[in-house]
């Protein structure tokens, strides 16, 4: 599956962005779609994570409240809406295809198969 992540730009904090994750290719219900982020000089990070199967939805504390991650079947599109956007917040932003769909695991980058190749969020003080 290859996935096409979109939507990033330059926002002032307190702003909103919503980044789509676009996936050619087949999905399955035991997939868990995940979102990460890079920001300079930093290492990557989980962000948000939701399951094919039921929806079901986790969330990093730092971004618990602002942010939200729905998806679009008919599309095969994945979303994640940022509110109360923060200068710390910026990054680079992934998005991933975890095949084996496991709890435990889902905050790991280690555990995704597939990646889409980033886009950049810049939020401005």
Do not use: H
């Given at each position: ?116 190749q980033g886009t950049l969020v810049t939020v401005s003080s």
């Open positions: 599956v290859q996935l096409q992540a979109s939507g990033g730009g330059l926002v002032q904090a307190g702003g909103s962005l919503r980044l789509s994750c676009a996936a050619s290719g087949p999905l399955y219900r035991s997939d868990v779609i995940g979102w990460f982020r890079r920001a300079p000089g930093k290492e990557r990070e989980f962000v948000a994570a939701m399951f094919r199967s039921g929806g079901n939805t986790y969330y990093a504390d730092s971004v618990k409240g602002r942010f939200t991650t729905s998806r679009d079947n008919a599309k095969n599109t994945v979303y994640l809406q940022m509110n109360s956007l923060k200068p710390e917040d910026t990054a680079v932003y992934y998005c991933a295809v975890d095949r084996a769909g496991i709890l435990s695991t889902i905050r790991r980058s280690d555990a995704y198969d597939y990646w889409g």
